[in-house]
Structures are given as structure tokens and as C-alpha cells.
């Protein structure tokens, strides 16, 4: 049987060891982050 795109993005992800993820952050939030990001390279 023929796999979804859903299916096989889900197995992909699953192999690499990544979840998806959406967030609605604060723009304080964000620019914390992006600080330290380039913080620490």
C-alpha cells in the first residue's frame, strides 16, 4: 500500500529525531533567543 506524504514526512522525522513544532512566542521572547543563539554561535 502506497504511503501518505503525511506518513512518510512522519517516519523521516522520526528517524532524524526531530518533532514538529509551531509556538506563538513573545517578540521579547525571540529576541532572547536569537541573543543567545548568537551568543553561543
Known amino acids: 500500500m ?10 523521516s522525522d522520526e528517524k532524524r529525531g526531530v518533532r514538529p513544532k509551531g509556538y506563538k512566542l513573545p ?7 536569537a541573543s543567545l543563539s548568537a551568543q553561543t554561535g
Open 2 to 11: 502506497a504511503q501518505s506524504t503525511a506518513e512518510i514526512q512522519r517516519r
Open 27 to 33: 517578540v521579547e521572547t525571540i529576541e532572547l533567543i
